[in-house]
């Protein structure tokens, strides 16, 4: 795949994860009965959609940087290691926040979601930051 072919897939997988998350961040101003339905819709979209970016930046853009051994390697496995990170940050939010543990307690599920989505917002603008710079072929 052509550099710029490469750019162009992760500005638009990035864009839309940051649609979704956009979309999802109002019914959080909800209430639980009305507001959960759509964030379990949201929360699914969200989960495919960051497995499949996760997917493409190692297979396009950091693994073949780190097997070239030179020039941006170090950059390539520290993005490799934070975007990695911030899966499993994600994993562990749905895995502590399941239905139940969501209707169970809604504030703090609000805010933790809340959080959740700043800390993707802001992992993935440092990322795109330093992505813009690697070299990719």
Not at 23 to 45: F, G
Request: charged share 30%; proline share 4%; aromatic share 8%.
């Amino acid at each position: 795949m052509e550099p710029e072919n490469v750019l162009r897939e992760y500005h638009d997988r990035r864009r839309a994860i940051l649609s979704i998350l956009d979309i999802a961040r109002p019914d959080l101003n909800r209430s639980l009965p009305h507001a959960w339905p759509e964030l379990e819709v949201h929360r699914q979209k969200l989960t495919d959609a960051m497995q499949a970016f996760q997917r493409f930046k190692h297979d396009k853009i950091f693994d073949p940087i780190i097997a070239r051994g030179q020039g941006d390697k170090v950059i390539a496995a520290e993005l490799k290691a934070d975007c990695v990170m911030l899966g499993a940050q994600y994993d562990a939010f749905r895995r502590k926040w399941t239905s139940a543990g969501a209707k169970a307690s809604w504030p703090e599920y609000r805010l933790s979601a809340i959080s959740m989505m700043t800390t993707i917002r802001k992992s993935f603008a440092e990322q795109d930051a330093i992505v813009r710079t690697l070299k990719l072929k």
